[in-house]
């Protein structure tokens, strides 16, 4: 079993910036994809981010966040943070941190690709 607790969250005009952690704990491992899924009231989670570390790593984006969100991580705190700077009202959503650990990578973009989510923490940006 693995926890995953995302903080950070909270509110901000638009244009400000956040950074969101997720912290895991149990059953951790050295090799996973720890990422970011957002929804929206009414939608499915959407793709926001992923940090993939299997042998080497890799980060990937959505195409909306690219250049004004980044993803990192710190293995030795099995932590994962979202820096979100240049924030729109369209990010305003419940953010939701998500780990995987398959051995191929298709599919990381699909919420039905992680085994393990956090709660979830509102973001929400005012104009």
């Known amino acids: 079993q693995v926890q995953l607790l995302e903080s950070g969250g909270g509110s901000v005009p638009a244009g400000g910036s956040l950074r969101l952690s997720c912290k895991a704990s149990?059953?951790?491992?050295?090799?996973?994809?720890r990422g970011w899924f957002r929804q929206y009231p009414g939608k499915e989670r959407e793709f926001v981010a992923v940090?993939?570390?299997?042998?080497?790593?890799?980060?990937h984006y959505a195409d909306s966040v690219k250049g004004r969100f980044t993803i990192s991580s710190d293995n030795a705190k099995n932590t994962v943070y979202l820096q979100m700077d240049n924030l729109k009202t369209g990010d305003t959503a419940v953010y939701f941190c998500?780990?995987?650990?398959?051995?191929?990578?298709?599919?990381?973009?699909?919420?039905?690709?992680?085994?393990?989510w956090g709660p979830g923490t509102q973001i929400t940006v005012s104009s």
């Open positions: 149990g059953s951790t491992t050295r090799d996973y994809a």
């Open positions: 940090f993939r570390r299997h042998g080497g790593t890799s980060t």
């Open positions: 998500a780990e995987g650990r398959r051995l191929i990578s298709s599919g990381l973009r699909v919420p039905s690709y992680y085994d393990y």
